[in-house]
């Protein structure tokens, strides 16, 4: 009996633990606890940062100008107290899309004592256009998914630095009163760091058999939940971040037609001027990269 109830509660929190790599209908699911996407939540009249529609003149020298971009992935930040039983997997392990605070501390200090730029997206585009020149130290810092601790945690962090970054929200979720997510006043809180993306509105799901939405929806249907999703970011149209990475050609097609500018996978590579612009590579950073293997990912 005693190894029954061990046995049950260990499979329980390594389940729960998933919670990180899945859609909120597994959460729903999972913990019975209704998690409600909010279809009337936008912001129409927040105003992303002004630094976000300005891209630097950049003094670089000829011969100094960066020929590629890490663009690195985050997901969560937790501070160890916040670590909890289902934040690891059956091995012991955080889930990969977690990263310890003092690890994203250790790696935002690290760019900032070497001279790093970090770029918003506006900059970042014009690169990949080849019309703008950025220094060789320059970096995309880009979160998904709109976890709240981005805000409490990754904020103080970036703004000591005077950093920007980009998150990808699931806009369905934001609002909807799960502690999870980012709310309203998050997100005003923190526009003088972030810039907000799509993640979709309603689409950040997978089948019972592990297909993402974006791949058993037709293409009507994903352009439908685009504009859901740009239109609650003050019609924003400038960035997408596929969820899981995965997409086909109709979903290319469908970001073309509502006229998404840059489109972001999990490719692991650096970002270069012969890059798609709607096939972007990005390089996730995980709970087990030490400073080292981060520094080889901007090299």
Not at 98 to 116: K, N, P, S, W
Not at 118 to 126: M, S
Not at 199 to 207: G, I, K, N, S, V
Not at 262 to 272: C, E, H, N
Request: charged fraction near 25%; include cysteine; charge should be negative.
């Amino acid at each position: 009996m005693k190894f029954n109830m061990i046995f049950t509660l260990c499979f329980i929190a390594s389940m729960i633990g998933l919670f990180n790599l899945m859609g909120p209908s597994f959460i729903q699911a999972l913990t019975n606890t209704p998690i409600h996407l909010n279809r009337e939540w936008s912001l129409p009249m927040v105003k992303q940062g002004d630094w976000s529609e300005v891209a630097r003149p950049f003094d670089v020298k000829e011969g100094e100008e960066a020929k590629s971009v890490a663009v690195l992935m985050y997901h969560r930040i937790l501070a160890d107290e916040d670590i909890e039983p289902w934040h690891y997997d059956e091995k012991g392990r955080l889930y990969d899309t977690i990263v310890r605070r003092e690890a994203f501390e250790e790696q935002m200090d690290y760019l900032a004592t070497q001279g790093y730029v970090t770029l918003n997206l506006k900059e970042f585009k014009q690169f990949i256009n080849g019309e703008l020149d950025i220094p060789e130290k320059s970096v995309l810092i880009t979160f998904d998914d709109g976890f709240k601790d981005n805000y409490t945690v990754a904020y103080p962090i970036l703004k000591r630095h005077d950093f920007f970054a980009s998150i990808f929200l699931i806009t369905g979720l934001v609002a909807s009163g799960d502690a999870l997510y980012l709310s309203e006043d998050d997100i005003i809180a923190g526009a003088d760091v972030f810039e907000y993306q799509s993640h979709t509105d309603a689409l950040h799901e997978q089948t019972e058999t592990g297909t993402p939405y974006l791949l058993t929806h037709d293409q009507r249907e994903v352009e439908s939940d685009l504009l859901t999703s740009i239109n609650k970011l003050d019609g924003r149209k400038r960035a997408f971040a596929y969820p899981y990475g995965v997409y086909d050609q109709a979903n290319l097609t469908a970001l073309d037609n509502v006229g998404i500018d840059l489109a972001f996978t999990v490719v692991y590579k650096k970002a270069d001027q012969e890059v798609n612009r709607l096939e972007i590579p990005r390089m996730g950073v995980y709970p087990d990269d030490g400073i080292e293997e981060f520094i080889l990912k901007l090299k």
